[in-house]
């Protein structure tokens, strides 16, 4: 009875500083959200990198500084804080580059038996994890306009994915959908899934006036493939590296990574998706 307290507890408390971030207005949204890629990036690099001296704590935060450059540089230039392509390419130098020959300067003096592969991980966060979170920035903002219920709306419709396949699955679930990744997930349970996250995105359409029927309707396949692959992709994650949660900043509920594993991933889909229909 504890436990469950506690998991309500998180859950309410997480939805009410989303929601806070989400609707405060423009920079409270760049704030929740680069805490976000910040802790998905660090329990990323708590699965991959060692963390047996402060050294490696070091090159965990070179490794975040890394992946956060691009969502504070799509955010700069998305907020119009600079106008000229000469100041923004000022910003990526400065931002981004220093980091990025850090990770290789820092192995350097390390001592590291594999400094390559410690400098290979350091990058696959900023593919992994980074540049997803900038593309959000291309979804939130469009010059002046600041389109929160879109991003509102994709995360229902991801996290609607995610509770639905597991409630269908555990309840209807016979036939393992990837057994050598998730023994757990069902094709009962990825079309339960499939059926509510469109289900829910008719109902989005009424709710929110900024995308018509159709576009949700192509959102919430974006999200019933491409969410489900970065939920795999995370347990495939978490399968060779040997570990069950992400994290456990989240109280019964694993890490921020568990949590946005398949929003990460869809993304960038998401944005083409978009950035073409604008």
Partial sequence: MKGLITRISTAIIFVLVMLGGLYGGRYSFVLLFAIITALCLWEFFEIVLSKESRRDRIRKFIGIGLGLAPFILTSILQLEMIRETEDYIAYTAILFFPFLFMAFIYELYTRSEKPFVNVAYMVLGLVYIGIPFATLDLIAFDGSYFYANTVFGLLLLTW???TAAYFVGSQLGKNLLFPRISPKKTWE??????????AL???LSMLFSELRLLDWLVLAGIV???????DLIESMLKRSMQVKDSGSML???GGF???FDGF???LP???????LIR
């Avoid at 019933?224 to 970065?230: A, R, T």
């Avoid at 889909?269 to 950035?275: M, P, S, T």
């Fill in 160 to 162: 609607c994915n995610d």
């Fill in 189 to 198: 349970g990825t079309l339960g899934g499939v059926f509510i996250t469109f």
């Fill in 201 to 203: 995105a008719y109902i």
């Fill in 224 to 230: 019933s493939i491409f969410g489900s692959l970065g």
């Fill in 251 to 253: 109280t019964g509920h």
């Fill in 257 to 259: 990574l568990d949590r």
């Fill in 264 to 266: 990460i991933f869809l």
């Fill in 269 to 275: 889909f998401a944005a083409a998706y978009l950035l």
